[in-house]
């Protein structure tokens, strides 16, 4: 498989979304609104509760929500993949781009190589902007209020640099598989969207859990995703061939 | 250039292409011809390598279609147009053939030169900055076809090129394969147009999943009717009748009004004769025509003919 082939047409669909206002508004607007809200509302629910309570409970309060709004960053690079790769993938069906694709000297894995990538980039790169703003917030916050910086912890580091990275992965992989079934972006939208229910409830359950340590936890759920990754990936590829969306693709 | 034997493709129980076998030499322009569901799409996919074949064997020029090595290959030395232009169009024109341009693998200058080249003989360079969204159907088209010529392909496969074009878009497009004709390319043009395969094409081939005919346009006319010569008269007697039916070279006489059908193999070599013939016998001739079968004719015949097999 050739990089630069991939990157080829990770770059053209890049220039695609640009120019797509839904897609720019719902990458800026979505890590945007949760890099203010979510440390908003942690900052207002510990100014409520902290009457009465030591520096330390504040601060172990603190910590238990910062980890359980981490988990949220998680499902917004799941969900976007939603919205991108469905344009990605139903778009070139719809904008009946495909047969001329698939007919340049580019192998199989390389398109779905770069049309994954042109979706995991902007998804990531967004979900990790709407982090380091919940990042600023919060610790602008801790250390006013406790003298103390709380971010970044080592379960944010490994939810941030592993889970996030692999969930979207999990998701742009998916709707590879969707997007070979549906005409529709709507519907491969809110098919794709389905995939983030059993992860939301592995997350609420990993961060409320208190069976093992988050940071062993956080470990391994990215096992799990990874593992999960590898076995969709094998099916999108299987899926992502050029005689199966010539004769097959709906 | 692009030589198939007994190429056969099924989708499940349904055979869309059988037993295809067909050479189109190289810088010749081979038109398809055939209804709706005849298999020229599924034929130019199989050679394009964009499906497999279920039996047979299909080459372009030392390539073989069946081989994954070759796909690769082929792919780089063939233009498809597609039925569906399938152009980006939020994306400029310029940046459309550019995308190509970069997955043919055409070095960057060679590439700018390609584009500027091919916009400017299309006529809409000072439009290459424009989202393809903003063009007609027509220019679409062009455009399209640029993009299938950005890598200068040895061959070039095009799928319906004037299909839902008005008159006058049809006309630049054809126009614009009459000038790639010129350059020697060998060009294999699915088509439903009877008039833009005979106005386009060196050879013919009329498909309903077997191949019917092959042939020039003209071979095609001739091969199901014999031409026919139309003599007008100021008025048909027996005698001019008589020496006509006499005449070696008529193959068959029919009076219409003050006219004579006749049919004859080779009318240029025998008229000249045969109106001297027509004279002596007291005949005022008027004057001369030929009836020629068209293609749409032969075209009508041989898949009604195809139908009730």
Redesign the interface.
Known sequence: MRFA?SW??AT?DL??FK??RYILYSLIGLPLLMGILIPGILIFSLQAESAGLTQAQLTETANMLINLFTAYFVIIAAVLPTIIASYSFVGEKL?????????????DSELLFGKSLAAFIPCVGATYIGTAIFVVIVDVWSFTELGVLLMPNPYWAIIIGAVTPLACVLSVEANVIISSRVNDIRAAQQIGGLVILPLLLVMILASTSQIFPLVTLALIVSGALAVADLALFYLAKATFK??EI??KWK | MIETENLTRKFGGLTAVENLTLRVEEGEVFGFLGPNAAGKTTTVRMLCCLISKTSGEARIGDYHVDREADCLAIRKMVGFLPENVGLYENLSAYRNLDFYGKLYEVPDEKRRENIERLLKLLGIWDRRNDNVGDFSKGTKQKIAIARALIHEPKVLFLDEPTANLDPEASKTVRDFVLELKKEKHTIFLNTHNLDEAEKLCDRIGILKTRLIAVGAPTELERSLYNRKTIVHLQAVTAQVTEAVKQFNAVKSVREVDNKLVLDMDHPERDNPELVRTIVAAGGDIQYVTELKSTLEDVYLKLIREAKTQ
């Open positions: 082939k080829i047409v053209k220039s695609v120019k797509n904008e009946k781009s495909l047969e001329p694709l698939l007919a340049t000297p580019t192998t050029r005689e010539l004769t």
